[in-house]
């Protein structure tokens, strides 16, 4: 029986007896037991089977040693111990997105103004004045998703007038989601963009007034290659800039307990070129993340040659590695198979089918049996159910004529499943595959009711069922263009069934309780990379990747979800960020650069509870 946090919070000698048998005091520790780092004075929330709530934790050689009461975890200091007071604190396992596109959001953390979190649109608007008039000639201001009009105290988008007046003649890009853009006029100039200009495909436009003069929004109906294809014309950072800004990224991440991270790739994302400021990182020691990544081919229609070439100069890690340290893995192939069988999940426009994609069946089996053959893990995006039932279908066909390995063998999953269907559901369960579930209904959830109804958003996507049906269940974002990149949105939709507008999307029969979401934040996204036996919990022997929290998640009131941060961060035993009364243990980064960053003045998520952690 599953025991409930609340009721053992705060009670000594629970905790006591819930913690892990330590010798006595009296028995002198041997020396492999001398702990590197405590934390005691906690309330650390374990995460085994039992859900063990203890009141300290020692970690040893960047695993956990023990868990278990202040007095016996203190029998394990040594001379060179590392002994910090967690002050009562909460600490959690460190969370791990399982479906974000972290490389990507690293490559253009500096360049990015973030409206997440922010409140007001006149205040976003007041932001987006202020870096045109800082930006230098020849670069860009750009708000490249993140947010939902929801958030705003005005409850609506920005038009393209009041985009125009912020801007002036610095050329900028506001993106919302992947269901459209604004260009401003300087933009529209910058890219030569005008009322004879093309979109890229049947399936977006380029809105026009009664007069037939371009307004700078561009609509994605539901395709977002124009949207993509704005993004790819932006100017990119150097070298450097693209280190320093990734290294800042990874640190504001760390900034919400974030730990693990699992990228899907991206359009207009390359492998492996750029990746290597990430794998920068991961050489020189200063990753601050652990990251299993996904490999998504970029040209649709050449999917099979660009597989052919990965496999052929990479291996995949398959299985978890109890040795890895603060590792950037290969994993396999997703999020993306092949274009064709991706549908776009922009709830603005109609939902597609991608029996309309011509040669989406025969492409899409012959890249998952190429996986299949060389013992790759994949997974495929998927919205609508319809789309996925053809996918599931699809997967299963291959599995019987390869005797069963997918289902006997194989890590593969399906990505979103918003609106995945019973049936599809026991079929995905049959061969053991799993399902990644993001908060994007969070961004997007009142357009989806908008267009589909209230009732058909109750069980969009059905995570608790997923849960309750023990298929492997993974959580994340799909930050940082459809949502953001904050956990604690994520968390905060899974436990009360609301948008980050205030929506009430889901009843009781599809909300989480918030220590069945933490398990699926933690070791249910580990799963995903096959690393569910050395990290997700604070067991003895995993690693020591744990958070302790500015406020306690399991008993703050639900609205407080959404601004929990990190007071402190450590992967591997490592401090990677401190804050408040731990901000001396923070490690010192470089200045942001370049010098006209947004990031240098905003910072990145918009925290107006929490202004000392910007």
């Given at each position: 029986?599953i025991?409930?946090?609340?009721?053992?919070?705060?009670s000594?000698?629970?905790l006591t007896a819930?913690?892990?048998?330590?010798?006595?005091s009296?028995?002198?520790?041997?020396?492999?037991?001398?702990?590197?780092?405590?934390?005691t004075?906690a309330?650390?929330?374990?995460m085994?089977?039992?859900?063990?709530?203890?009141?300290?934790?020692?970690v040893?050689n960047?695993?956990?040693?023990?868990t278990?009461?202040?007095?016996?975890?203190?029998?394990?200091?040594?001379k060179?111990?590392?002994?910090i007071?967690?002050?009562?604190?909460?600490?959690i396992?460190?969370?791990n997105?399982?479906?974000?596109?972290i490389?990507?959001?690293?490559?253009?953390?500096?360049?990015?103004?973030?409206w997440?979190?922010?409140?007001?649109l006149?205040?976003?608007?007041?932001m987006?004045?202020?870096?045109?008039?800082?930006?230098p000639e020849?670069?860009?201001?750009?708000?490249?998703?993140?947010?939902?009009?929801y958030?705003?105290?005005?409850k609506?988008m920005?038009?393209?007038e009041e985009?125009n007046?912020?801007?002036?003649?610095?050329?900028?890009?506001?993106l919302?989601?992947?269901?459209?853009?604004?260009?401003n006029?300087?933009g529209l100039?910058a890219?030569?963009?005008?009322?004879?200009?093309?979109?890229?495909?049947d399936?977006?436009r380029?809105?026009?007034d009664?007069?037939?003069?371009l307004?700078g929004?561009?609509l994605?109906?539901p395709?977002?290659?124009i949207?993509y294809?704005?993004?790819?014309?932006?100017?990119?950072l150097?070298?450097e800039?693209?280190?320093?800004?990734?290294?800042?990224?990874?640190?504001?991440?760390?900034?919400?307990?974030?730990?693990?991270?699992?990228?899907?790739?991206?359009?207009?994302?390359?492998?492996?070129?750029?990746?290597?400021?990430?794998?920068?990182?991961?050489?020189?020691?200063?990753?601050?993340?652990?990251?299993s990544?996904?490999l998504?081919?970029?040209?649709?229609?050449k999917?099979i040659?660009?597989f052919?070439?990965?496999m052929?100069?990479n291996?995949?890690?398959?299985?978890?590695?109890?040795?890895l340290e603060?590792g950037y893995?290969?994993?396999?192939?997703?999020e993306?198979?092949?274009?064709?069988?991706?549908d776009?999940?922009n709830?603005?426009?109609?939902k597609?089918?991608?029996?309309?994609n011509?040669?989406?069946r025969?492409?899409?089996?012959?890249?998952?049996?190429m996986?299949?053959?060389?013992?790759?893990?994949?997974?495929?995006?998927?919205?609508?159910?319809?789309?996925t039932?053809?996918?599931?279908?699809l997967?299963?066909?291959i599995?019987r004529?390869?005797?069963?390995?997918?289902?006997?063998?194989?890590?593969?999953a399906?990505d979103h499943?918003?609106?995945?269907t019973?049936?599809?559901?026991?079929?995905?369960?049959?061969?053991?595959g799993?399902?990644?579930?993001?908060?994007?209904?969070?961004?997007?959830?009142?357009y989806?009711?908008?267009?589909?109804?209230?009732?058909?958003?109750?069980?969009s996507p059905?995570f608790k069922?997923?849960?309750?049906m023990g298929?492997p269940?993974g959580s994340g974002?799909?930050?940082?263009?459809?949502a953001?990149y904050?956990?604690?949105i994520?968390?905060y939709?899974?436990t009360?069934?609301k948008?980050?507008?205030?929506?009430?999307?889901?009843?009781?029969?599809?909300?989480?309780?918030?220590?069945?979401?933490?398990?699926?934040?933690?070791?249910?996204?580990?799963w995903?990379?096959?690393?569910?036996?050395?990290?997700?919990?604070?067991?003895?022997?995993?690693?020591?990747?744990?958070?302790?929290?500015?406020?306690?998640?399991f008993t703050?009131?639900?609205?407080?979800?959404k601004?929990?941060?990190?007071?402190?961060?450590?992967?591997?035993?490592?401090?990677?960020?401190?804050?408040?009364?731990?901000?001396k243990?923070?490690p010192?980064?470089p200045?942001?650069?370049?010098?006209w960053?947004p990031?240098?003045?905003?910072?990145?998520?918009?925290?107006?509870?929490?202004?000392?952690?910007?």
């Amino acid at each position: 029986m599953i025991k409930n946090f609340l009721m053992l919070a705060g009670s000594v000698s629970v905790l006591t007896a819930c913690a892990v048998q330590n010798p006595p005091s009296s028995v002198s520790t041997p020396k492999n037991l001398v702990a590197d780092m405590i934390v005691t004075n906690a309330k650390v929330a374990v995460m085994d089977d039992k859900r063990t709530v203890a009141e300290a934790i020692a970690v040893k050689n960047g695993k956990v040693l023990r868990t278990g009461s202040n007095e016996d975890i203190l029998n394990l200091q040594g001379k060179m111990t590392r002994v910090i007071d967690a002050n009562g604190r909460t600490i959690i396992p460190g969370l791990n997105d399982s479906h974000l596109h972290i490389t990507r959001g690293g490559r253009f953390y500096n360049t990015e103004l973030r409206w997440d979190g922010v409140t007001s649109l006149k205040e976003a608007l007041r932001m987006l004045k202020e870096q045109a008039d800082r930006t230098p000639e020849g670069q860009w201001v750009r708000v490249i998703g993140g947010w939902s009009p929801y958030q705003f105290e005005e409850k609506r988008m920005p038009t393209v007038e009041e985009i125009n007046e912020a801007t002036g003649d610095t050329p900028a890009f506001v993106l919302y989601l992947y269901s459209r853009g604004w260009l401003n006029q300087a933009g529209l100039e910058a890219l030569g963009i005008d009322e004879n200009t093309p979109p890229p495909n049947d399936d977006s436009r380029y809105e026009k007034d009664e007069n037939g003069k371009l307004t700078g929004v561009l609509l994605a109906e539901p395709n977002a290659m124009i949207l993509y294809q704005v993004i790819g014309k932006l100017p990119a950072l150097s070298e450097e800039d693209m280190i320093n800004s990734t290294k800042h990224f990874y640190h504001e991440l760390n900034r919400f307990g974030l730990t693990s991270a699992i990228d899907a790739g991206g359009g207009g994302h390359h492998f492996p070129e750029n990746y290597e400021a990430s794998k920068a990182l991961a050489t020189s020691g200063d990753l601050s993340m652990r990251i299993s990544y996904y490999l998504f081919p970029q040209e649709a229609g050449k999917e099979i040659s660009a597989f052919e070439q990965w496999m052929a100069n990479n291996t995949a890690s398959v299985n978890e590695d109890p040795s890895l340290e603060h590792g950037y893995e290969l994993k396999g192939g997703g999020e993306y198979m092949t274009w064709a069988a991706g549908d776009f999940e922009n709830f603005l426009a109609d939902k597609p089918s991608i029996e309309d994609n011509e040669g989406w069946r025969e492409d899409t089996k012959k890249v998952i049996q190429m996986h299949v053959d060389e013992g790759w893990p994949f997974r495929q995006h998927s919205t609508y159910g319809q789309n996925t039932k053809l996918i599931v279908d699809l997967v299963d066909e291959i599995d019987r004529e390869n005797n069963g390995k997918i289902r006997n063998e194989m890590r593969w999953a399906i990505d979103h499943a918003e609106t995945v269907t019973d049936e599809t559901l026991r079929e995905i369960k049959r061969l053991n595959g799993g399902i990644s579930v993001q908060d994007r209904m969070a961004y997007a959830g009142e357009y989806f009711v908008e267009r589909y109804g209230a009732e058909a958003a109750k069980t969009s996507p059905p995570f608790k069922k997923i849960f309750d049906m023990g298929i492997p269940l993974g959580s994340g974002t799909d930050g940082t263009r459809v949502a953001s990149y904050n956990p604690w949105i994520s968390l905060y939709w899974m436990t009360t069934g609301k948008t980050v507008g205030g929506t009430q999307l889901y009843d009781k029969d599809n909300i989480l309780s918030r220590e069945d979401a933490l398990e699926v934040y933690t070791s249910g996204s580990a799963w995903f990379s096959s690393e569910e036996n050395v990290k997700g919990t604070l067991e003895p022997g995993k690693y020591a990747d744990f958070v302790l929290l500015s406020d306690d998640y399991f008993t703050v009131p639900e609205e407080k979800i959404k601004t929990i941060e990190s007071v402190l961060t450590v992967l591997g035993g490592d401090v990677v960020y401190g804050a408040g009364e731990y901000s001396k243990l923070d490690p010192q980064l470089p200045p942001i650069s370049p010098s006209w960053s947004p990031v240098k003045y905003y910072g990145g998520y918009h925290n107006p509870e929490k202004p000392a952690a910007r």
